[in-house]
Structures are given as C-alpha cells and as structure tokens.
C-alpha cells in the first residue's frame, strides 16, 4: 500500500511539473465542467479577468478545442482528480457554477442575473463586464466554414447537451416548417448530433463536425436558428445572429442575448426553470407557432450582418 502511494505521488509529481512547464504556473483556474455553453461562458470570465490584469488564467475543461488560440486562458483537460489537486495547492480555484438543481421540484432557483454575471462575479470580478463569449479561429478554419451561399444553420433540438432539458423542446415538425420556408432562397445546414431528428431539404451535417468546424460554419452564415444551448452560445461567440426558441422556462435576459431576436411564450407558470417536469403540457413552447418564428427569421434575414451589439452590466 505504502509503495502504491509512493508512486502514485511520483507520477504526480511529474504530471504536475510538466503541466506547469507547459501552461505556466497561473493565479485563477477556472470550471464549470458541464456542457459546451456553460465552458464557453468560462471565456467570458477569462476576458474580464485579462482586463483587470489578473494574471495567468487556465480553465479547466472536457472541451480544450473551445480555448484554441485563445489571448485570455489556457485550456487544461480536467480528466481526473490530478488538475483541481494541483489548482488548491496552488491556491488557484475558482469553481464557476450559478445554480443548484433542486430534484424534489425538478426546478433550479431563478438566478438574480445573468448565468456570465454571476460566473464573473464568482471569480471576483467586479465592475462593469461584457456578456458575451469568445472563441478564436483562424483564417484557414473559417475559411472551410462557408459552405455555400446564403447558409442559414438550424438545429432541431438540444436532447444531447449534457443536462438535457424536456422544457427548453420545440417542435421538430415546426423547425420543418421553417426549413420549408427557407427553401429556394436559403441553402440550410442542418448542425447538431447525429441522433438529432433529422430534416428535410437541408445539408446533413449532424455529428459530421467538431465543435470548431461548428464554429467556422456558424461563423459564415446569415442566421443560426435553434434553442436556448451550446451552439447558441458557439453562434455568438464567433458573431452569428441568432432566432432562438425560448418559451417560457427561462429568460433570455439570464441565459442569452440581447442581441438576438428571442421568441418567448410567458403564461401565468412562466418562468418556472423547472426541467422537464410541467403540469400544463409545455403551454409555453407549444404556444409559439411556425409562422411567429419565420416572422422573427425573415426579420433578421432582412437585416444587413454587422457586428452584434454587446450587453454590459454592471456587478
């Protein structure tokens, strides 16, 4: 026993002095480790940190591919134990989560602000911050993200994100609807994972793409339509306005952006951050109809694309 643990130290010993050789010893390392949105709201802490010169930031992460390239934060694999071990030795941690899911109502508790906001304010930022994410390609990566002319990108649903969430559903017969719509002026790819619901007329490339691939093409279309999730946040990372679905669940002032044209439903329940439990049968999602969302769709199509206005807040 005392052998094992002997050698077990030793190979932390060298793992810990590789990865500080590697990454530089740093003052903050930052998790979340939950889905690809709420990693990506991890560079939002990163740039706000960079800003007041806080010094060397590493985030913890199950997605590195998200921080390549990145001037704000070094991605480290939080794969085992051994990172969030060598972060309290260094006195670097700085855990981000913003709720605490209550399995009894199947609900969260309504956050006082913004999911970036609170994750700032968690690491000790303090002042005003941009909400926002970030992510860097390079001009070689962007460049194989056109795929064609006029590419619109749409996803289905977000029943493989990391906490899947019933409440947050639309339609998968509506996001047709949409596609229908679109046809003959808009070539329109479908991004997502490969069990998604599938769509008609539209270029598959559901579980085709890695997250940065993602990225580059989201980066070189006219729209993203889809759900409150993970390639909400990669759309606006890389500058892709967005017609998000969001129902009543949540509010997009905490969760999304100001940016995007955010179609919501709120009866009397609403919002409830409940999960997946409802007792009115998602009143709320299927309350919003086709037509309300091609509407919102054609608007933003209509709209020359520029760089998309930034919310600042205050902590």
Not at 247 to 272: D, K, L, Q, V
């Amino acid at each position: 026993m005392a052998l094992r643990k002997f050698r077990r130290a030793f190979a932390y010993g060298g793992w810990a002095a590789y990865t500080l050789a590697r990454h530089g010893r740093p003052r903050k390392l930052l998790s979340y480790n939950g889905g690809i949105g709420d990693d990506l709201l991890c560079t939002t802490v990163a740039r706000e940190l960079k800003n007041r010169n806080s010094g060397r930031v590493w985030v913890g992460t199950q997605y590195c591919e998200l921080f390549e390239g990145s001037p704000d934060a070094r991605a480290v694999s939080i794969a085992d134990w051994r990172i969030g071990a060598l972060a309290r030795i260094l006195g670097a941690t700085s855990p981000l989560g913003y709720t605490t899911y209550n399995p009894d109502t199947d609900s969260d508790p309504e956050p006082p602000m913004h999911f970036a906001a609170m994750m700032c304010q968690r690491a000790g930022v303090n002042g005003w911050i941009s909400i926002r994410p970030y992510l860097f390609l390079q001009h070689s990566e962007s460049d194989q993200g056109k795929i064609t002319e006029n590419q619109v990108v749409i996803q289905s649903t977000t029943r493989a994100a990391a906490t899947p969430l019933q409440n947050k559903e639309w339609l998968p017969e509506r996001f047709q609807s949409i596609v229908n719509a679109l046809s003959g002026n808009y070539s329109v790819i479908q991004l997502g994972a490969s069990k998604d619901p599938k769509l008609d007329n539209v270029i598959d490339l559901r579980g085709k793409t890695t997250l940065r691939q993602a990225a580059a093409i989201l980066s070189n279309s006219r729209l993203f339509i889809g759900l409150a999730g993970g390639l909400m946040h990669l759309a606006r990372a890389v500058e892709c306005p967005a017609v998000i679905i969001y129902g009543g669940r949540e509010r997009p002032e905490i969760s999304g952006y100001i940016c995007n044209r955010n179609i919501r439903s709120t009866p009397p329940c609403s919002p409830c951050w409940q999960r997946n439990r409802c007792d009115f049968g998602r009143a709320c999602m299927i309350d919003i109809s086709s037509d309300t969302v091609i509407a919102a769709v054609n608007e933003a199509l209509d709209t020359r694309r520029g760089d998309l206005v930034v919310e600042r807040v205050h902590i």
